[in-house]
T-cell receptor
Framework: LAKTTQPISMDSYEGQEVNITCSHNNIATNDYITWYQQFPSQGPRFIIQGYKTKVTNEVASLFIPADRKSSTLSLPRVSLSDTAVYYCLVGSMDSSYKLIFGSGTRLLVRP | GAGVSQTPSNKVTEKGKYVELRCDPISGHTALYWYRQSLGQGPEFLIYFQGTGAADDSGLPNDRFFAVRPEGSVSTLKIQRTERGDSAVYLC??????????????FGQGTRLTVV
């Protein structure tokens, strides 16, 4: 399974765009990139998943360069309620059942 | 229910006791996962079920931990001879199929286990 590296923490202010980058240098051909969000005292929640280029949904965008060795989660115009831990996961079709979480990025959004 | 339900939400037990943690997955989800999360850490994989069988139990820390899913829906995580180091939040998740490459896993609120 590809190992992921992401910043331990980030600070932002309300209304700003936040970009969290995740490195996954040994990503395999069949690997997908998935991001989860976790609030205190809750289980993680799926945000977005992608394989290459760009994926956008109502919550976030995911940018994946051609070499796929990194990915960036983009949160537009964050609010205080976006304060959470964000996890980047890489999973292959061969082991698609097992989500391996790292320590995540703690995002703090200030007023 | 609409989501994954875990009971109890909190459990305090004495060292050496036996505990059972229950997970009710989303109806129709064939895949079920158990994770353990310590303070400040990401969830740690314990075991994965596909239907009734444990497809991967490589994350169970030792033979004091055991999980079952006899009818392919509700699952129970069982911990024997609990130790203080077992204190953590135990999370359950379910998905339609494999959640790594396709789709998403839905997590419950977790059971906070405290061993005193």
């Amino acid at each position: 399974l590809a190992k992921t590296t992401q910043p331990i923490s980030m600070d932002s202010y309300e209304g700003q765009e936040v970009n969290i980058t995740c490195s996954h240098n040994n990503i395999a051909t069949n690997d997908y990139i998935t991001w989860y969000q976790q609030f205190p005292s809750q289980g993680p929640r799926f945000i977005i998943q992608g394989y290459k280029t760009k994926v956008t949904n109502e919550v976030a965008s995911l940018f994946i360069p051609a070499d796929r060795k990194s990915s960036t989660l983009s949160l537009p115009r964050v609010s205080l309620s976006d304060t959470a831990v964000y996890y980047c996961l890489v999973g292959s079709m061969d082991s698609s059942y097992k989500l391996i979480f790292g320590s995540g990025t703690r995002l703090l959004v200030r007023p | 229910g609409a989501g994954v339900s875990q009971t109890p939400s909190n459990k305090v037990t004495e060292k050496g006791k036996y505990v059972e943690l229950r997970c009710d997955p989303i109806s129709g989800h064939t895949a079920l996962y158990w994770y353990r999360q310590s303070l400040g850490q990401g969830p740690e994989f314990l075991i994965y079920f596909q239907g009734t069988g444990a497809a991967d139990d490589s994350g169970l820390p030792n033979d004091r931990f055991f999980a079952v899913r006899p009818e392919g829906s509700v699952s129970t995580l069982k911990i024997q001879r609990t130790e203080r180091g077992d204190s953590a939040v135990y999370l359950c998740a379910s998905s339609l199929g494999g959640a790594g490459a396709r789709g998403e896993a839905f997590f419950g609120q977790g059971t906070r286990l405290t061993v005193v």
